[in-house]
């Protein structure tokens, strides 16, 4: 989905717009970090695995990820000498209908 380019602040639009923003902001994040820490998911956007055991390394990943959190294992600066591209927003038609729906 994407956000709506010319959405006024404090509308339905505006609302959708910003949680929208706020949310890939968050997820954009999440997935820097988690390819920082876990090497193994920096492979040039393309899927080496089946979906079912992708989803399972990235589960991993993301559970592993959690444990080093909570037992305060820092992200090494040479874990982030990797820089990360922004992420396409997609089909913009399918993008569409799924705003319109969620509003």
């Given at each position: 989905m994407?956000?709506?380019?010319?959405?006024?602040?404090n509308t339905p639009d505006g609302k959708y717009t910003e949680h929208?923003?706020?949310?890939?902001?968050?997820?954009?994040?999440?997935?820097?970090l988690l390819k920082a820490r876990w090497r193994c998911l920096l492979k040039?956007?393309?899927l080496h695995y089946h979906p079912p055991t992708a989803s399972?390394?990235?589960?991993?990943?993301?559970a592993l990820h959690n444990m080093c959190?909570?037992?305060?294992?820092?992200?090494?600066?040479e874990d982030m000498e990797q820089g990360f591209e922004n992420v396409p927003f997609g089909d913009a038609d399918n993008a569409r209908r799924g705003r319109e729906r969620a509003i």
């Open positions: 994407a956000p709506i380019l010319d959405a006024m602040a929208q923003y706020l949310t890939r902001s968050i997820v954009e994040s999440t997935i820097g040039q956007r393309t399972e390394i990235i589960n991993n990943c993301a959190v909570h037992n305060n294992v820092p992200l090494l600066d």
